[in-house]
Structure formats: structure tokens, C-alpha cells
């Protein structure tokens, strides 16, 4: 559903993605980690076509991102870290603006529009404006937009940023659904290991723009032994041996 093939991204003399290839199934969760500045926020926005690769494709659904962009957009939900909205519209205005650019029908984004209002536990302040929402609010209302034309491929930035306790277990709930009954392939980048680790089917590390190792986590626990505790422990203890193994040669 999502293939990544040797994709670089480079600014300037700076590599920030290095021949990345990954391959994301219908109805799998992948968790994508990294230390700050690895590569994950590029990647990511290349995947939402914010960006364009330097070189190498990015295939959404069958589309090619570069040659049918309308096509794989149509097909990709897009959640980013920080809730950039509109906040003079209301909520419901924000979806029906929405589903207008998606061509959800009229009939069909109302009814949709109430479901995830209510899913997201934000239908009592559907007609009040944005700028009003706080930033949890907020988060769950991109949610609901991302998820309005029901897209069969979701990415995701840090996807609990801004939620309480309530609202990140609703959210995994959503996500585990989406994939479990939806096939919906899910690419979520995220700092919270432990929301990694309860929710991600495999698990993808970069580091200085190099996908350094992938596997579910149990793969990922042989790689390093039985020392690795948890997933912190693993990312790491991978992320370390990476780093020693690019540092100076004696």
C-alpha cells in the first residue's frame, strides 16, 4: 500500500534521507522512530507530498506521489504534530470545507461529519469556532477531517501530542479499528515508545537518515540480545551502535 524505494533527500550538502526503502502492507500499523533530526519529519512530509524526494519514488496505493499526485492524495489521510485549522471557521465548518476539496458527497459528509464529531467526542461543539478549541480539541478536529473521505492509507506525526489520557486511548482504539477492519496501512511517526510498542505491527528506526533497522519488536529484541528491556532500551542500544559504528576508526 505504501512503497518507499531508495528514496534521498538531500539540502544542499546536507543528506537528510539516505536510499530509504520501506514497504507498509493494508492493515499494518508501522511506527517509524528516530532521534531528533534522523530524517523522520522529511520523510514524513514526503509522504504527504509536502515534499519532493531528491531521488527514488514514493507509490501510494498503486500512484506514483511525483507523476499522479492528485490520485495518491485522494487516497492518503494526513495528521500532522501541530493542529493547523482555520479557527474563524466552527468545527463542522471545518469538515464541510473538507469534504468539499475530498468531493465527499453532501449527503455522505454530513453523516460522516456527525459520526466522527461524535467518535471524537466534539459534536457538542460542532458550531463553535476553532480559535475557542483547546489544543486536544484541536488535535482530534484534524483527526476527524483526516479521516472523513475514510483514506485506505493514513500518516501520522506524533499522533498523541496535545491528547489527555482519554483521548490517546480513544485514538489507538480508532487506529487499531482503522487497520484491523478497514486495511487501512498506517505510518506513524512517533517519540512515545511505549505507544510504539503497544500499537505498531513492525517498527522502523532511522538514524542520521538511514533506516538502521526494521522488524516487529521481537525481531528487533534479537538483534541487540536479551540485554534490551523494553523498546526505549532496544531504540537505544541500536541507535548507539549506529552511532559508534560511524564515529572515528582507530
Known amino acids: ?7 534521498n533527500k538531500s539540502y544542499r550538502s546536507h543528506k537528510a534521507v539516505i536510499d530509504l526503502t520501506i514497504n507498509v ?13 534522523a530524517g523522520k519529519t522529511t520523510t514524513i512530509r514526503m509522504l504527504a507530498g ?6 527514488g519514488s ?22 500532522p504534530d501541530r493542529p493547523f485549522l482555520y479557527e474563524k471557521l466552527s468545527g463542522i465548518e471545518f469538515l464541510s470545507f473538507t469534504a468539499d476539496i475530498y468531493r465527499v458527497p453532501k449527503d455522505v459528509a454530513e453523516k460522516r461529519s456527525r459520526e466522527l464529531l461524535e467518535l471524537f467526542e466534539l459534536w457538542d461543539w460542532r458550531d463553535e469556532l476553532i480559535e475557542n478549541y483547546s489544543h486536544g480539541m484541536k488535535q482530534r478536529l484534524i483527526m476527524s477531517g483526516a479521516l472523513l473521505p475514510k483514506p485506505k492509507i493514513l500518516v501520522v506525526d506524533e499522533p498523541m501530542v496535545g491528547l489527555d489520557p482519554r483521548g490517546a486511548k480513544l485514538v489507538m482504539g480508532i487506529f487499531k479499528k ?6 487501512v496501512a498506517i505510518f506513524m511517526s512517533t517519540h512515545t515508545m511505549s505507544l510504539a510498542s503497544r500499537l505498531c505491527d513492525r517498527i522502523g528506526i532511522i538514524e542520521r537518515g538511514r ?12 538483534t541487540v540480545g536479551s540485554s534490551a528491556g523494553d523498546l526505549e532500551d532496544l531504540f537505544l542500544e541500536l541507535t548507539n551502535t ?9
Open 1 to 7: 500500500m505504501i512503497k518507499v524505494e531508495n528514496v
Open 25 to 37: 502492507r493494508p492493515g499494518e500499523i508501522y511506527g517509524f522512530l528516530g532521534s531528533n533530526g
Open 50 to 55: 509536502a515534499l519532493a524526494p531528491t531521488s
Open 58 to 79: 514514493i507509490i501510494l496505493g498503486g500512484y506514483n506521489l511525483a507523476a499522479h499526485p492528485r490520485e495518491a492524495k485522494a487516497i492518503l489521510g494526513y495528521i
Open 178 to 183: 482503522m487497520a484491523r477492519e478497514d486495511s
Open 211 to 222: 533506516l538502521i533497522s526494521e522488524g516487529a519488536e521481537e525481531e528487533l529484541r534479537r
Open 242 to 250: 549506529e552511532t559508534e559504528n560511524d564515529g572515528p576508526k582507530g
